[in-house]
C-alpha cells in the first residue's frame, strides 16, 4: 500500500496531466473512486487546481468532479460530503470569471445533478446562487430548508402499514410482466446507454471554443474566415443536434420505464396489502383452532382412564358375591 506521501504526489501528477477527452477525465475518475478513502486529499487537490486553473481548466476539473460525484455513488457517499464542502467556494470562483461559456457549461452540470438527485434540491439551489452570485438566495434557501425539516419533524410519516395504494395504478399504466420490464431497463442499461457513447462525447468535447462563443467571433475581418468557421459551427449542430436527439429518444424511455416501474410499485402495494389481510385472516382461524385444541386436550385430561374400568369392575362383582349368600334353587322354593 502506498504511503500517503506518495499517494499525493501521484494524485497531484494525474491532476496536471488531466485534459477535456472523456478517455482522461473517465481514467482518473475510476482511479480516485478505487482510492475514496483518500476522499478528503483528493478532494483539496483538486480544489487547489481550481483555483489556479484558466476558465477552461475549471471547467475540465468540474467535469471530472461530475464524473466522480455520478459514478462513486454506488460505493459510498465519501466523495459526495467531501465535495459538499467545497463546491460553493468552486462555483463562487467560477463567478468571478465572468465568463458565459463557462458558466452555462457549468449550469448544465448543475441540471444533471438535480434531475439525476446527486444532491438535494436544496443544495442545488444553493450551488446556482454560488454561481449566480446571488448570495442572498442561498440564506432564503436555508432558511426554506429549515421551516421544511421542521414541519417534517413536527409532522411525522405514517408508517408504511398505514399508507392505502391508489385505486387505480398511477397515469392509467396497466403493469408489464417483471420479465418484459427487466428487458426495456436492460436496452438501457449504462454500456448501452448515449452516455457510453465516449466516441461521441470525445468528439464533443474537441469542437473548438469558437463555435460555442460569440465573443470569438467578432473578431473575424475576412469573409473567408467567416466561411470556415460557418462550417465549423454547421458541422457541430449536426453532430450535436444528432447527439441530442438520441439524448431525448433516451430520456424519454426512461421516463415511460419510470412510469411501468410506478405502475408495478403499485400492482406491488396492492398485492402486499391483500397477502398481509389474508395471513391476518388466516392468523385468526389458527388462534380458533389452536384454542378449541387446547381446551379438547384439557377436557380429556380430566376423563377417568378408560383402559382401568373393566379390572375395576370384575373385582367390584367378585367382592359383592362373596359377601352375599347363594340365591335358592328352586326346589328350595316349592318345599
Known amino acids: 500500500m502506498a504511503s500517503g506521501h506518495g499517494f499525493s504526489a501521484t494524485l497531484e501528477k494525474k491532476l496536471k496531466d488531466l485534459s477535456v477527452t472523456v478517455h482522461s477525465i473517465q481514467g482518473i475518475s475510476q482511479w480516485v473512486i478505487h482510492h475514496r478513502k483518500h476522499a478528503k486529499a483528493v478532494v483539496a487537490h483538486w480544489y487547489k487546481e481550481l483555483q489556479s486553473g484558466s476558465s477552461n481548466r475549471k471547467l475540465t476539473l468540474l467535469y471530472l468532479a461530475n464524473d466522480i460525484l455520478q459514478n462513486s455513488r454506488k460505493k459510498g457517499t465519501e466523495y459526495v460530503t467531501e465535495f459538499n464542502r467545497v463546491l460553493p467556494k468552486a462555483f463562487h470562483l467560477v463567478n468571478n470569471e465572468k465568463d458565459e461559456s463557462l458558466s452555462a457549461a457549468v449550469s448544465r452540470i448543475l441540471s444533471v445533478w438535480e434531475e439525476r438527485k446527486v444532491f438535494e434540491d436544496d443544495l442545488i439551489k444553493k450551488y446556482k446562487a454560488y454561481l449566480t452570485g446571488s448570495s442572498h438566495s442561498h440564506r432564503r434557501v436555508r432558511s426554506d430548508s429549515d421551516t421544511k425539516k421542521r414541519a417534517r419533524e413536527s409532522s411525522p410519516e405514517p408508517k408504511p402499514e398505514e399508507l392505502s395504494p391508489a385505486e387505480s395504478p398511477p397515469k392509467k399504466r396497466e403493469p408489464l410482466e417483471p420479465e418484459e420490464l427487466f428487458r426495456r431497463m436492460a436496452a438501457i442499461d449504462r454500456s448501452n446507454s448515449v452516455a457510453a457513447d465516449t466516441a461521441t462525447q470525445q468528439r464533443i468535447a474537441a469542437l473548438p471554443p469558437e463555435v ?31 447527439y441530442t436527439t438520441r439524448v431525448e429518444a433516451e430520456v424519454k424511455e426512461r421516463e415511460d420505464i419510470q412510469e411501468l416501474l410506478d405502475a408495478y410499485i403499485w400492482q406491488q402495494k396492492h398485492l402486499l396489502r391483500d397477502t398481509k389481510k389474508k395471513m391476518k385472516d388466516h392468523q385468526g382461524k389458527l388462534e380458533k383452532v389452536t384454542k378449541v385444541r387446547q381446551e379438547l386436550q384439557s377436557h380429556l385430561a380430566s376423563l377417568p382412564d378408560i383402559s382401568k374400568l373393566p379390572n375395576t369392575m370384575v373385582a367390584a362383582v367378585s367382592t359383592l358375591g362373596q359377601e352375599l349368600a347363594p340365591l335358592p334353587s328352586a326346589g328350595d322354593l316349592f318345599t
Open 212 to 242: 460555442h462563443s460569440t465573443s470569438l467571433s467578432v473578431s473575424l475581418k475576412d469573409k473567408a474566415a467567416v466561411n470556415q468557421l460557418m462550417e465549423k459551427v454547421d458541422e457541430a449542430i449536426k453532430l450535436l443536434s444528432d
